[in-house]
T-cell receptor, first 110, second 114 residues
Framework: GQNIDQPTEMTATEGAIVQINCTYQTSGFNGLFWYQQHAGEAPTFLSYNVLDGLEEKGRFSSFLSRSKGYSYLLLKELQMKDSASYLCAVLNSGNTPLVFGKGTRLSVIA | NAGVTQTPKFRVLKTGQSMTLLCAQDMNHEYMYWYRQDPGMGLRLIHYSVGEGTTAKGEVPDGYNVSRLKKQNFLLGLESAAPSQTSVYFC?????????????FGNGTRLTVT
């Protein structure tokens, strides 16, 4: 089976840093994705991690620890437009589809 | 390049009615997926296809059927709609089996069943 956990909601202040955690349990791991989804819109791709460590992409970074079944998405210099849901998704080995967590709704306040 | 296009964008159905949701992609992608998204439930996979003429069941397939007669189109059918099928439906595609390839999503179809 697949179990992916992430917090339901988070609130952070404009200009601050926020870390959104994701833990997962899987029988065969082949990578972890983060997507951003603004209200009423489609999810859009943010990052992909398959090796342990930190991948940095501008204000957004994603970290993976395969041994701990743990990832986080780090958002720096928060802007109001970062208010959105952030979806963690795990790819298992073989030809199996991506499995999504329930998403974390981030609210950025002034 | 339109990407992934879903039609219709909105629909209201009465219980027992049928309808077909159309997903079209112009990126020559092999793999296509139908997800539904409900508050507090995240994205759940209904059916998917790994190539023209193939389909497979996902996590929540009951009450839905799909067809992939042409590579660029993936149709989702509801034969007899139920209020539990009120949801936002997203279609997605990706080039093939490559793990790193992200999903490309359509803009969603908002379906209400009364």
């Amino acid at each position: 089976g697949q179990n992916i956990d992430q917090p339901t909601e988070m609130t952070a202040t404009e200009g601050a840093i926020v870390q959104i955690n994701c833990t997962y349990q899987t029988s065969g791991f082949n990578g972890l994705f983060w997507y951003q989804q603004h209200a009423g819109e489609a999810p859009t791709f943010l990052s992909y991690n398959v090796l342990d460590g930190l991948e940095e992409k501008g204000r957004f970074s994603s970290f993976l620890s395969r041994s701990k079944g743990y990832s986080y998405l780090l958002l720096k210099e928060l802007q109001m437009k970062d208010s959105a849901s952030y979806l963690c998704a795990v790819l298992n080995s073989g030809n199996t589809p991506l499995v999504f967590g329930k998403g974390t709704r981030l609210s950025v306040i002034a | 390049n339109a990407g992934v296009t879903q039609t219709p964008k909105f629909r209201v159905l009465k219980t027992g009615q049928s309808m077909t949701l159309l997903c079209a992609q112009d990126m020559n992608h092999e793999y296509m997926y139908w997800y539904r998204q409900d508050p507090g439930m995240g994205l759940r996979l209904i059916h998917y296809s790994v190539g023209e003429g193939t389909t497979a069941k996902g996590e929540v397939p009951d009450g839905y059927n799909v067809s992939r007669l042409k590579k660029q189109n993936f149709l989702l059918g509801l034969e007899s709609a139920a209020p539990s099928q009120t949801s936002v439906y997203f279609c997605a595609s990706k080039p093939g089996q490559g793990a790193r390839s992200p999903l490309h999503f359509g803009n969603g179809t908002r379906l209400t069943v009364t």
